[in-house]
């Protein structure tokens, strides 16, 4: 993940609001010079002078990025405040929950090289029907690029030595996530899905530096080095780029 700041959701660092609004809280400042950090690839991997739809776009801090590097972007925000304000880079901003709108309707014959998933699968009941039917709005060539929080990290494995699963306000455990995903759950998502992701990255971040505040005093190392030995033990967060199987 690699951000810092007074809050953090799922790889993203965020300052605090200066308006109501929940996605407003997601405002980051990308700097593309740092890998470690799951908004620079999705920046990274989407390209340059690309046409994107970014599905839960927030405030808009991944479309100025994309702007900046000559993109067109088309965003889907469910929370109106956020929407407003991503609308100063974005052409077009649908205000609605992805799951619940008519695309067809919204987005017209509107076609796209990029569909951009920044922390958003895990907060859908059903995510998989919403990944088929974006890929309806793809260009010929077209693939999507999505993070995900991996919830096989160490400091939750660890928390659960202590015999806690404790949702958190930002994080792998938010509270608002409805999925929870580890390496394979992605791969059996995207497969059920008609994708076929090509490409991996992972964003690390010790067990010691998440949000779950685990007290590094309170365990014996040979368990901290165990979970942190652990496959995926350190990944926060998975990128993919994924795309249609038959494409």
């Known amino acids: 993940m690699g951000e810092t700041g007074p809050q953090r959701r799922g790889g993203r660092a965020v300052a605090k609001p200066e308006i109501d609004g929940d996605e407003v809280r997601y405002e980051a400042e990308i700097d593309l010079a740092n890998p470690d950090s799951s908004q620079t690839q999705l920046v990274l991997l989407t390209g340059e002078n690309r046409r994107v739809l970014d599905v839960g776009c927030a405030s808009g801090s991944v479309a100025q990025a994309l702007t900046e590097r000559g993109c067109r972007v088309v965003g889907i925000e469910i929370d109106p405040i956020a929407a407003k304000r991503a609308e100063r880079f974005c052409d077009d901003v649908i205000v ?6 008519d695309l067809a309707g919204s987005l017209g014959d509107r076609r796209f090289d990029v569909i951009l998933l ?7 009941r059903d995510p998989a029907p919403v990944l088929r039917r974006l890929g309806e709005f793809m260009n010929p060539g077209g693939y ?5 929080p991996n919830i096989t990290h160490a400091s939750i494995r660890l928390a659960l030595f202590t015999g806690r699963f404790r949702y958190t306000d930002e994080g792998i455990l938010d ?15 995207f497969e059920e899905a008609g994708y076929r992701i090509e490409l991996w ?3 690390l971040v010790d067990l010691f530096d998440g949000e779950q505040n685990l007290d590094r005093d309170a365990f014996p ?27």
């Open 201 to 203: 990255r992972e964003i």
């Open 175 to 189: 509270r608002t996530h409805l999925r929870f995903f580890d390496r394979s759950g992605v791969q059996e998502l």
């Open 144 to 148: 999507v690029v999505a993070s995900i």
């Open 221 to 247: 190392l040979s368990l901290v080095d165990a979970v942190r030995a652990a496959p995926d033990g350190l990944t926060y967060q998975f990128v993919v780029v994924a795309r249609p199987a038959g494409g």
């Open 96 to 101: 609605g929950d992805v799951e619940a709108l």
């Open 118 to 124: 920044g922390d958003v699968l895990e907060h859908l």
